[in-house]
């Protein structure tokens, strides 16, 4: 992925797990030392984390509704279950999608 902006394209082929880790075993030295592109990949991170946990949340309180026999409520509560499954299915998919353009940069250098 080639960006005009050499911090975004540089953000883009951060291993973040690799970071995180180098981070974690070492944080004096390491959280000091990181580049911000790391810091720009770790925050793009966090934040693709922060909206996967907010659908799991959303999905959970979905399924916790009480099913009622009334099928205008249990079709909204299906409907909600259903659009926070898809929500969440597109942000895996993109998160697979952004793990594989990494992955195929690495191969290729």
Same mark, same amino acid.
């Given at each position: 992925?080639?960006?005009?902006?050499?911090?975004?394209?540089?953000?883009?082929?951060?291993?973040?797990?690799?970071?995180?880790?180098?981070?974690?075993?070492?944080?004096?030295?390491r959280a000091?030392? %990181?580049?911000? $592109?790391?810091?720009? !990949?770790?925050?793009? *991170?966090?934040?693709?984390?922060?909206?996967?946990?907010? /659908? #799991?949340e959303?999905?959970?309180?979905?399924?916790?509704?009480?099913?009622?026999?009334?099928?205008?409520?249990?079709a909204?509560?299906?409907d909600?279950?259903?659009?926070?499954? %898809?929500?969440? $299915?597109?942000?895996? !998919?993109?998160?697979? *999608?952004?793990?594989?353009?990494?992955?195929?940069?690495? /191969? #290729?250098s």
């Open positions: 992925m080639h960006h005009a902006d050499p911090l975004i394209s540089a953000a883009c082929r951060v291993d973040v797990i690799e970071v995180a880790g180098r981070i974690i075993a070492n944080p004096r030295r000091v030392g %990181a580049s911000s $592109a790391e810091v720009l !990949a770790l925050a793009w *991170a966090v934040e693709a984390l922060n909206s996967v946990v907010i /659908e #799991a959303l999905l959970v309180r979905a399924m916790q509704l009480p099913i009622t026999g009334n099928d205008s409520h249990d909204a509560r299906d909600a279950i259903q659009t926070r499954l %898809a929500n969440l $299915a597109h942000q895996f !998919a993109v998160m697979r *999608a952004a793990d594989n353009e990494l992955q195929i940069e690495k /191969e #290729a």
